[in-house]
């Protein structure tokens, strides 16, 4: 009997050891509660996910939206509350549990307070995470916008040469120049006013340093981006090529037309210019002696091969009346696709081939009286005795500018009429 048994109860056992049929249900049962966990903690990230991506995006905007303000007035004062709007705006999910973004100024990159920080935070109980750590979640987000504030860098006496000090005032010399002083020397010291001198400007800009009273700090740039934007401009082509020359009657004054003057002018009486264009082909153009009342009123002159300018006297009858040509006088002729550039310019130097300065020279007691742009690129002007300029818009732009002795240098441009040295583009970025 048992010899029958053991044989079925070994067959039972091993039949019952290799059946499966109840193996799903028990791993179901085993993995359900990680499986039930799993599900809950993604849906959990999935919404804070959500809440972090528009959290991020609502202080990205808030902080772009505080630096916008401020780039295009570093002295506003309501930055804070334009990022706080645009914070608003940008709040769905969020809005009802997310902080008060805290908006503060910050320093980026060695700069003073040149950038825009907001940070915010949320909190909030989820189903899962709630129940299984009963806390709520809790993110936090900040974003940092930097900001560079544009800037038109204008000067009506500029220098354009681009080493060493090029722009000196000094002695007693004062100069009236609200429009502004200029160098493109990119060197130390490109501008210096020292010696009893004074100088009353809005601003001085240079590509280097300068070295000024320190009254004169406030209206201070210095490492600015300037150039000449006369650079690439071609000379100024006469409209009459007729060669002329210069010479007193005995009697009465001198009446000049347009044309080509080799050797210069020497006015020893008193001369008119007709309005038009002056070719100066070397030599120099000295328009004030002792004697001398000089007028022209819708004139260029055109300096080539080295002519020099000089504007000097040794009495006080000898004075000068100066204005340019503008853009309808130059319609219709040779310089027609020029002629806004040349408008306003009384002084044209050309400089194709010169390889050294010449000196322009406004000295003695020359009374002028100014209007328009002096463009001499070749050119070292100096300015000294007790020579003075009458108050009119006129500008300087050359190679340098010294101002010395007792002159005083007036001039009234207006910022619409002064030439621009430079421009520095603003803008915008997120850094954080």
Request: with cysteine; net charge neutral; glycine share 10%.
């Amino acid at each position: 009997m048992r010899a029958h048994r053991t044989p079925r109860l070994k067959r039972f056992f091993k039949s019952l050891s290799q059946c499966t049929g109840g193996n799903a249900m028990m791993f179901v049962a085993l993995g359900l509660p990680v499986l039930i966990g799993g599900a809950g903690y993604g849906l959990d990230m999935a919404q804070l996910y959500m809440w972090k991506r528009e959290l991020q995006h609502s202080v990205d905007q808030a902080a772009l939206a505080g630096a916008y303000a401020l780039a295009d007035n570093p002295s506003s004062t309501n930055y804070s509350t334009r990022a706080q709007q645009e914070f608003d705006a940008n709040q769905k999910v969020t809005a009802g549990f997310a902080s008060t973004p805290d908006i503060s100024l910050v320093s980026y990159n060695g700069g003073d307070n040149n950038a825009v920080l907001v940070s915010a935070n949320a909190s909030k109980l989820l189903p899962f995470s709630g129940f299984l750590i009963n806390k709520p979640l809790f993110i936090q987000v900040r974003a940092e916008a930097k900001y560079a504030v544009g800037a038109t860098y204008k000067a009506c006496l500029m220098t354009l040469k681009q080493n060493g000090t090029t722009f000196t005032v000094g002695g007693n010399a004062t100069v009236h120049a609200k429009c502004g002083l200029g160098a493109l020397s990119c060197s130390d010291d490109a501008i210096t006013v020292g010696g009893s001198a004074t100088v009353d400007t809005d601003s001085i800009v240079a590509c280097g340093t300068v070295q000024v009273p320190s009254n004169l700090n406030d209206v201070v740039t210095e490492h600015a981006n300037l150039s000449n934007p006369f650079t690439n401009v071609p000379v100024p082509q006469p409209t009459d090529s007729t060669a002329r020359t210069y010479s007193c009657p005995k009697k009465g004054s001198a009446i000049l037309s347009p044309g080509v003057y080799k050797g210069g002018i020497n006015a020893k009486c008193n001369t008119t210019f007709n309005p038009g264009i002056y070719v100066i082909d070397g030599g120099t153009l000295d328009l004030t002696d002792q004697k001398a009342a000089v007028t022209g009123l819708g004139v260029m002159f055109v300096l080539k091969n080295g002519a020099t300018i000089s504007l000097s006297g040794q009495g006080n009858s000898g004075t000068i009346n100066l204005s340019p040509m503008e853009s309808g006088d130059f319609a219709g002729t040779v310089n027609d696709a020029y002629k806004d550039t040349y408008a306003g310019m009384l002084f044209f130097e050309d400089s194709t081939g010169q390889t050294s300065p010449v000196t322009d020279k406004i000295v003695g007691n020359a009374n002028a009286s100014i209007r328009g742009t002096m463009y001499l690129p070749n050119s070292n002007v100096t300015i000294s005795g007790n020579s003075s300029t009458n108050p009119m818009c006129f500008q300087i732009w050359s190679s340098t500018i010294s101002i010395s002795g007792s002159a005083t240098l007036t001039t009234t441009c207006s910022a619409d009429d002064t030439l621009t040295a430079g421009t520095t583009a603003g803008g915008v970025s997120l850094v954080l």
